[in-house]
């Protein structure tokens, strides 16, 4: 088993002396040079910030370590451990009920979590359940790991329950580039895939896809892979039954308006997105007289201009829920994907989720940047609906598609 806070990528926290270089250099330019410069920005050219002061500091101190730091830097910046996972299982909230959740699971082919099974209070085998979340992290393959979503999906989950749903919600924690460069990642969702509906005992018409950024990225990666015939996991799966994306990276080029406009507003940066793109195919992928070039723009890469086209009738589920925020980077390209989507589907199976004047996965940020809200939610008791209200959102939202959509009755 593996250990609850560390995880699946255990060697996060090693720096060698060229890195502790890089961040004491990304601690000096940020103080020296970007902040000063963001304080001038922010109250000289205010109309170019939506969200207030406290906010925007706080948007702009992670998309500047993003872009300065080097990966293994913003790796050990990043790692999982105990402050993630502890204060929310020795909470008042939680502790009463801390062996019922975040447990681990590690199979041939992949490592996880079992964040809950059908609910905190009373676990049930979530082949019981009327819902089963396989969820992916973002973190641009590279940085992250369910450690840093316990808080999220643990609120997500009490709001489907809210609705009069059991939701049990299985966190993959998949390998990170450069060390894990894709398609690893996509195996490991095809092998946690397989562990829900045959050991399981999932029924994929209970099953939802979800994750956020980079986790959307590998979501629409799988499902594409699933409908090929020739899959790469080499066994034929029946797909899930829903797709729920947050703020999803659909796109490799960076080319679409909202990348230069909402630069100053959202937590990621464009050069970021490059150094993701190196890492996570491997250094030499954008070189340009490299073979694996030609792979920017695969059906499992690229959703917007894949080479050949994504027959997105036959990849995605019975029904897609969508949520992106009008100050990120990554808005225009996901509202062409919904709209290019909805055409070919149909209105009534895709719901797009607009969070105006918000960032980046607002709604996993909040349960990770906000202190107060925490410490107040962690204080009071299971089924206190107060608290993380973007969170809850999206639970009810899911919640809202499965209804409509029809909940098969398969107990």
């Known amino acids: 088993m593996m250990d609850r806070q560390r995880g699946n990528n255990p060697d996060l926290g090693h720096l060698r002396f060229v890195d502790y270089v890089g961040l004491l250099y990304c601690v000096f330019r940020i103080l020296v040079w970007e902040l000063p410069l963001f304080l001038l920005t922010f109250f000289i050219r205010r109309t170019e910030f939506s969200a207030g002061f406290v906010t925007a500091l706080h948007y702009f101190l992670v998309r500047k370590t993003g872009q300065f730091l080097t990966t293994p830097g913003l790796r050990w910046l990043t790692r999982p451990g105990s402050e993630h996972v502890n204060p929310v299982l020795t909470s008042r909230r939680y502790g009463p009920y801390h062996d019922n959740i ?145 703020s999803p990276w659909l796109s490799l080029h960076n080319e679409f308006p909202s990348f230069k406009a909402n630069e100053r507003r959202d937590v990621l940066s464009p050069p970021f997105l490059g150094r993701v793109v190196r890492e996570f195919l491997g250094h030499d992928a954008a070189a340009r007289d490299s073979p694996m070039r030609s792979r920017l723009n695969s059906p499992y890469l690229e959703f917007l201009t894949p080479e050949p086209a994504i027959e997105w009738d036959t990849v995605l589920p019975s029904w897609v829920w969508v949520s992106a925020g009008t100050d990120e980077i990554f808005f225009d390209s996901v509202k062409t994907w919904v709209g290019m989507v909805a055409d070919r589907l149909g209105q009534g199976r895709v719901t797009f989720a607009v969070g105006p004047e918000k960032a980046h996965v607002w709604q996993w940020l909040e349960t990770l940047t906000d202190e107060v809200m925490k410490k107040d939610f962690l204080g009071r008791d299971v089924g206190d609906r107060r608290g993380f209200e973007a969170t809850a959102a999206a639970g009810r939202a899911i919640a809202r598609q499965v209804r409509d959509h029809g909940q098969p009755d398969l107990r």
């Open 102 to 246: 975040y447990q681990t699971v590690a199979r041939n082919g992949f490592k996880g979590f079992w964040v809950m099974q059908s609910s905190v209070q009373s676990p049930k085998p979530p082949a019981s359940s009327d819902l089963t979340i396989l969820y992916l992290h973002g973190g641009g393959y590279m940085s992250l790991s369910p450690a840093h979503y316990s808080l999220f999906l643990l609120r997500l989950g009490e709001a489907i329950i809210e609705q009069g749903m059991s939701v049990s919600i299985f966190a993959l924690d998949y390998s990170l580039a450069p060390e894990h460069v894709f398609p690893t990642q996509l195996e490991e969702t095809a092998a946690a895939y397989e562990y829900l509906v045959n050991e399981e005992d999932v029924p994929p018409e209970k099953i939802l896809l979800a994750g956020d950024s980079a986790g959307g990225h590998l979501a629409l990666s799988f499902l594409v892979d699933l409908a090929n015939p020739h899959s790469s996991s080499g066994k034929a799966l029946p797909e899930p039954r829903g797709l729920a994306l947050m």
